[in-house]
């Protein structure tokens, strides 16, 4: 059932052609054109466009984005219990792994008298998507909002698209999400304008710092395109799963868990890296087994057909483990011989699953680590959103007199050296203040300017 990609006889196992490995067609390039004019109309008519774009893109008429707490409350108390239940585990679990992220404000004594001290501060307003489409997603509100609580942010709003079949309001499932974990302010809007309503803010939704979450294409082109104006976790594209297996998998469990991924969309990425034909054959025969009994078969079989899945073959599992990093897969389970050691030497992954026992589905709702991760190879460079998204690292640097005074001749050297001889007089003018006592042989003071006895204004020298 899935295409295979044989690499056995590459020359080079090291060296990893990436263009020789399936990846879904995302081109967030070409999605720019189209959202370019609704995120215009967006920050220049606001909520009325919102309103308009909910009428075109979702065929649902609204008056306002903003969900009323009503309606927030009335969504949880129609929960059902076994959903509120598994939510409220999902939150737990995901504080206590959240909560140890926090980092402590640092400070290094560079000198005697001359301390840097870095401070994580977070940002002051986000704005969470989540999305709609073919599935459901309270588990995406969890992900987004239990990091940016724990990070200590403010100020919180979440949109999720409006929908018809619930009278324009975003499904009773993510507005109960939002109310179990004491959200507030949610918005009816969905897509590039539901970004461009964070980004320029609305009548209704003041303007936030950053915006995260993952989305559909036009999502993505929205991020892209306003990043700048807020900042962005990253540009999500379609969900991906890579398993690394050998003999010693099971090929049933292989084939659910790349099943699980495919039923997200027809664009998700399923992949087997293996160095074993037996198991890649097994798997196939599993895969013509459980995919039609999947209640979404349609969607899983065009998945697993498309370009984007495959199984690897590879000659034994260092080419292996080499692939998996050239992939870089969102999502990568480990289903070999001695998983965690093969685990710990993954280098590019959004998250790593070892072992029979922890699968990705596990990750998505219940394991305690975070769902939204980097996609479309992106785990080379990014990680998934985590408490440290939502913080901002500030270098506060304080020197006394005689600190800045036993560097200010390396500082002048250096402002010469870039031909910006402010920046050294920024620092000489500090210690040539009238009424300091001075030392022999000053060279209009720009030399080092050593003398610690008189009080200068304890600034730190601003460079650029």
Known sequence: MLTRIDLRDTSSPDVIDRDLLPRAAFDVEAALAK??????????????????????????????????????????????????????????????????????DTTVRVVPGGTVTERWVPVERVGLYVPGGQAVYPSSVVMNVVPAQEAGVGSLAVASPPQAEHGGLPHPAVLAACALLGVEEVHAAGGAQAIAMFAHGTEECARVSLVTGPGNVYVAAAKRLLRGIVGIDAEAGPTEIAVLADDSADPRLVAADLVSQAEHDELAAAVLVTPSAALADAVDAELRVQVPAAKHHRRIAEALAGRQSATVLVRDLDHGLAVADAYAAEHLEIQTENAADVAARVRNAGAVFVGPHSPVSLGDYCAGSNHVLPTGGCACHSSGLSVQSFLRGIHVVAYDRAALADVAHHVVALAEAEDLPAHGTAVSVRLDAPGARQDGDRDSGRDSGRDSTAQGNGKAPVTT
């Open 35 to 104: 959202v370019r004019p609704i995120c215009d109309d967006v920050r220049h008519r606001g909520t009325a466009a919102l309103v308009e774009y909910a009428r075109r893109f979702e065929r649902v008429a609204i008056e306002r984005t903003r969900v009323p707490a009503e309606a927030l409350d009335r969504a949880l108390a129609g929960l059902d219990p076994a959903v509120r239940a598994a939510l409220e585990e999902s939150v737990r679990r995901a504080r206590l792994v959240h909560r140890e992220q926090r980092r402590s």
